[in-house]
């Protein structure tokens, strides 16, 4: 099982930036991807970015250009630096993580909450 704990959420305004880190724990399966999903209020939660351990990454559309995933794969630690935020980044961004083989079985953090006031 993979524990995996968030951190750097919080409140800024419109046009910063904000940095969540997630680090993983426990039976980390290689090669594995690992990502960033959000759910804003009423809405279904979403993809926002992904990473594998060879560094490979997804965006989501929305988010092109102003996120950047990463990872430390020494650390089994992936960041996501955000910039540019716009108010309807506003969500609880959750922590993915999710080994690379048959009927493997995702991995969520506990959330931690963006709000980007305009």
């Known amino acids: 099982q993979v524990q995996l704990v968030e951190s750097g959420g919080g409140l800024v305004q419109a046009g910063g930036s904000l940095r969540l880190s997630c680090a993983a724990s426990?039976?980390?399966?290689?090669?594995?991807?690992m990502g960033w999903y959000r759910q804003a209020p009423a809405k279904q939660r979403e993809l926002v970015a992904v990473?594998?351990?060879?560094?490979?990454?997804h965006y989501a559309d929305s988010v092109k250009g102003r996120f950047t995933i990463s990872r430390d794969n020494a650390k089994n630690t992936v960041y996501l630096q955000m910039n540019s935020l716009k108010p309807e980044d506003t969500a609880v961004y959750y922590c993915?993580?999710?080994?690379?083989?048959?009927?493997?079985?995702?991995?969520w953090g506990q959330g931690t909450q963006v709000t980007v006031s305009s």
């Open positions: 990473i594998t351990t060879g560094g490979s990454t």
């Open positions: 426990g039976n980390i399966l290689s090669p594995n991807t």
């Open positions: 993915n993580a999710r080994a690379l083989r048959p009927n493997s079985i995702a991995s």
